[in-house]
């Protein structure tokens, strides 16, 4: 395959996998300020979740809706499948540039 086909093939595949995301999400339980909760009350809490990145070499995170809850993670997913495909591509450019 020549590089204009394996780019074109690659940038396809992103395209296809978009969108995309690189992290994690982490559930964890936390109190609510009202008095009267029965849930808090009981020692469950209240499900939080966050996405929890990199940047600049540093740990981050953001709180994610309930609501996206499913959008972040198939976006976390793709961008998974994206590293792959980039893996995958990198070692085929590696043989192309032996083979020179």
Sequence with gaps: MGKSEAKAKLVSE????????????REYHQ???????????????????????????????KHIP???????????ANGRKIEALLVKSGLGYLEELKGK
Excluded at 14 to 25: D, F, H, I, N, T
């Design 66 to 76: 309930r609501s996206l809850i499913g959008d972040v993670k198939r976006a976390l």
């Design 14 to 25: 992103v395209e296809r996998l978009w969108p995309a995301a690189k992290g994690s999400v």
């Design 31 to 61: 109190k609510c300020v009202k008095a009267e909760c029965r849930r808090c009350a009981s020692g469950k809490g209240h499900p939080v979740w966050q996405l929890t990145y990199y940047l600049d070499g540093r740990q981050r995170s």
